[in-house]
């Protein structure tokens, strides 16, 4: 309880960089904030559009790509945030339409998978999150359509700058769009809120990739190459039975799995569990309520004893064959269909690359980023290798 109420104060803190950006520029139509990763520039949104909401009356649409992944994504953090504001999450949000409403003022959350629905309203904000998940195309729809009102209707676009060539980036952070602000930051804007072994992480990351060190640690455009994946797509919906599931253990670094079911070859995969802070004890529960016992886990086979635990809780799981290489030829040789509201999985994918060093591409991808990566090959690799068959001619005996 003690931790709640900490958790709800710290999130009273406004970060004065922040807050000056929109302050001093009243009249700007877009607010685009880029840069590195625990910057706090999603968490100061957040305060920003409550505040906005009870001062209102305002109209405000929050935004990602997809809608399915705006729940344990955008939703959550909401969530998390809104005590500290002194709203009852449960009194004010509405679960089927997705909408915060107090007063006047309301919040919804949606996609850009159905932007027709959000037709024929004026907003006064609209904040896309993973900005750099959306094309070009689709924000100039957005800009047309939604923000009909030009003299007050403002965007706020936030992410990672993960490619110097992204449209984003050429637009907003190279040149210079009329009626928009700029901001960069990095977790040094936030330190105060983030542990120690987290700032280790980030500084950690040049001895890891050049690259991945200039995005996250520095907030600065990064160079897309040497991505490790091509071969997958997005599909909508979801499946009724899986063939097996990838489990990719953490405590810090978030509990991972995946389930994935071939469909005459073309493997869909689905992100189910993405959850830092799980003991195996946590862990079990979740398996509990949500995963089917007869489905065949494979795991990470550097914590046996958590893998015995789990199976004496009554679960098919073994370890998996944790071929790195190998296990990434396999993921490749196939078609990869990811269910639409599988969100860390599809931005692991995203960034999923081998390692740099000293401008040398190396021959094992970066450990960054990879656990959903990690879960996916644990299942595929070890539940779907085989040998080939091949028929043997009559008479021909091998030995």
Same mark, same amino acid.
């Given at each position: ?16 960089k ?19 990763? +625990?910057?706090?520039?999603?968490i ?29 994504s ?9 005590? /500290? ?61 939604? +923000? ?18 992204h ?23 936030n ?11 980030? $500084? ?47 405590f ?6 995946? $389930?994935?079911?071939? $469909?005459? /070859? ?7 569990l ?37 199976k ?45 060093? +000293? /401008? ?7 450990k ?32």
């Amino acid at each position: 309880m003690q931790q709640k109420k900490t958790e709800s104060a710290n999130y009273r803190q406004i970060n004065k960089k922040f807050y000056q950006v929109f302050k001093d520029n009243p009249d700007t139509r877009f607010y685009v904030l880029y840069g590195g990763a +625990g910057s706090g520039k999603s968490i100061f949104v957040i305060q920003y559009l409550l505040m906005q909401m009870l001062q209102g009356p305002h109209q405000i649409l929050v935004l990602r790509k997809w809608r399915a992944v705006v729940r344990e994504s955008v939703i959550e953090i909401f969530k998390r945030v809104a005590p /500290g504001w002194g709203i009852d999450w449960d009194a004010h949000f509405h679960k089927t339409n997705w909408t915060l409403t107090i007063n006047k003022s309301r919040i919804v959350f949606g996609g850009l998978d159905n932007v027709e629905k959000y037709k024929g309203t004026s907003w006064d904000y609209i904040w896309i999150e993973e900005a750099t998940d959306i094309i070009e195309s689709d924000f100039s729809l957005l800009n047309l359509r939604l +923000g009909r009102d030009t003299d007050s209707a403002k965007f706020i676009l936030t992410f990672n700058p993960v490619d110097e060539n992204h449209w984003l980036v050429q637009r907003f952070v190279r040149a210079s769009e009329p009626l928009s602000v700029v901001d960069h930051s990095t977790y040094k804007d936030n330190a105060k809120f983030l542990s120690i072994t987290f700032k280790d992480q980030l $500084r950690d990351l040049i001895n890891k990739d050049e690259n991945f060190y200039r995005v996250y640690a520095l907030g600065e455009p990064g160079i897309l190459k040497g991505l490790i994946y091509h071969n997958w797509s997005i599909a909508p919906g979801s499946s009724k039975t899986w063939d097996c599931a990838g489990l990719d253990f953490g405590f810090n670094n978030p509990s991972a799995m995946v $389930r994935v079911k071939d $469909r005459d /070859g073309v493997m869909l995969v689905d992100e189910c569990l993405y959850q830092s802070h799980l003991t195996n004890t946590d862990l079990i529960e979740w398996l509990k309520a949500n995963h089917d016992p007869d489905i065949l886990i494979y795991a990470d086979s550097a914590e046996p004893q958590r893998i015995e635990e789990i199976k004496k809780a009554g679960f098919r799981i073994i370890s998996a064959d944790k071929s790195v290489r190998d296990g990434i030829d396999r993921c490749k040789s196939v078609k990869l269909q990811v269910t639409d509201h599988s969100g860390n999985l599809i931005k692991e994918l995203q960034s999923y690359k081998w390692r740099e060093k +000293g /401008g040398i591409t190396m021959d094992e991808p970066v450990k960054v980023n990879d656990h959903l990566m990690d879960a996916m090959r644990y299942a595929i690799y070890t539940h779907y290798k085989q040998d080939v068959d091949f028929d043997v001619p009559e008479g021909m005996w091998f030995f």
